[in-house]
């Protein structure tokens, strides 16, 4: 069964600063992994989606990248900004047989201070 | 339409109600998924319809729960006599095919608060 985790759990940086969100996950036979962003009390949005062919994905201020034989993706945040406060999601889907459904991390809580 | 719609954002139900949340995926979407998220947990998958083929149904915590999707586009979960517990926010997704391929859009979800 797949496991997704998210380190850290929270993070509270200074404005501008650069950072970086993990996720790893136990089965590294994925289709893809998908960065979400949830603001409180929103749904979820779509950040990026890296395919398992890719090692990474970038737009904007976002860069993620994709080790799939370590189980490993970093969503890079460049020039942080207060506006970037949210939790960040990273999902992947199961395996065919497993049937089709994202298996979520836990997630990241980030402050970003003015 | 531009996203996925659900409604109502925000339903307050008395225990032993039954109640229903709507969901309108993006058109065209042949892939439709309701998750749950209760406070300060992750997102539990609740029930995956594709096409028309038979919806997977293995998250749904109780036979309580049951979803439909008429004409492939259009879904209702619905939830019999209404317990505490199920207090959550709902969440409904598609995707163009399927996830193993394509993103996920998320709706805005519905908070359900069962009193």
């Known amino acids: 069964k797949q496991e997704v985790t998210q380190i850290p759990a929270a993070l509270s940086v200074p404005e501008g600063e650069n950072l970086v969100l993990n996720c790893s996950f136990t089965d590294s036979a994925i289709y893809n992994l998908q960065w979400f962003r949830q603001d409180p009390g929103k749904g979820l949005t779509s950040l990026l989606l890296?395919?398992?062919?890719?090692r990474e994905q970038t737009s904007g201020r976002l860069n993620a990248s994709l080790d799939k034989s370590s189980g490993r993706s970093t969503l890079y945040i460049a020039a942080s900004q207060p506006g970037d406060s949210a939790t960040y999601l990273c999902?992947?889907?199961?395996?065919?047989?497993?049937?089709?459904?994202?298996?979520f991390g836990t997630g990241t809580r980030l402050a970003v201070r003015p | 339409g531009a996203g996925v719609s659900q409604s109502p954002s925000n339903k307050v139900t008395e225990k032993g109600k039954d109640v229903e949340l709507r969901c309108d995926p993006i058109?065209?979407?042949?892939?439709l998924y309701w998750y749950r998220q209760s406070l300060g947990q992750g997102l539990e998958f609740l029930i995956y319809?594709?096409?028309?083929?038979?919806?997977?149904k293995s998250g749904l915590p109780s036979d309580r729960f049951s979803a439909e999707r008429t004409g492939g586009s259009v879904s209702t979960l619905t939830i019999q006599r209404t317990q505490q517990e199920d207090s959550a926010v709902y969440l409904c997704a598609s995707s163009s095919y399927g996830t193993a391929n394509t993103e996920a859009f998320f709706g805005q979800g519905t908070r359900l608060t069962v009193v």
């Open positions: 999902a992947v889907p199961a395996m065919k047989s497993s049937g089709d459904k994202l298996t």
């Open positions: 890296i395919q398992s062919s890719q």
């Open positions: 058109s065209g979407h042949t892939a």
């Open positions: 319809f594709q096409g028309n083929s038979a919806p997977d």
